[in-house]
């Protein structure tokens, strides 16, 4: 996983970019409705609860910033938070960074 941020003159850019499994087109809209997992069986193989992507969406939203996802699957999922520059406080710099998942 790959985080990247940047500050320019409309506000600041956070992108995160992953190799996962991807998400198809069609599936897009559902991965923003809280709740919702795209493989809803027991024994499915992606943990998580369908409210990560859905929170992060209201809040960018509610500080009047935009939320997009791109993805294809068996490549990966990109995700642009940007957020405009009034909301933005203190001294902030453009920084790429790698994160390893933890696996529980």
Do not use: Y
């Not at 009047?64 to 791109?70: V, W």
């Amino acid at each position: 996983m790959e985080v990247e941020t940047a500050l320019d003159s409309d506000g600041f850019v956070i992108t995160v970019k992953d190799t996962g499994i991807g998400i198809a087109a069609s599936d897009l809209p559902k991965v923003l409705i809280p709740f919702t997992q795209l493989d809803s069986k027991l024994s499915r193989k992606h943990g998580g609860t369908g409210l990560g992507l859905p929170l992060t969406k209201g809040l960018v939203e509610l500080h009047g910033g935009s939320f997009e996802i791109d993805s294809e699957v068996g490549v990966g999922t990109t995700v642009t938070v940007r957020l405009p520059a009034a909301r933005v406080a203190g001294d902030v710099t453009t920084r790429t960074m790698s994160v390893v998942p933890s696996r529980v």
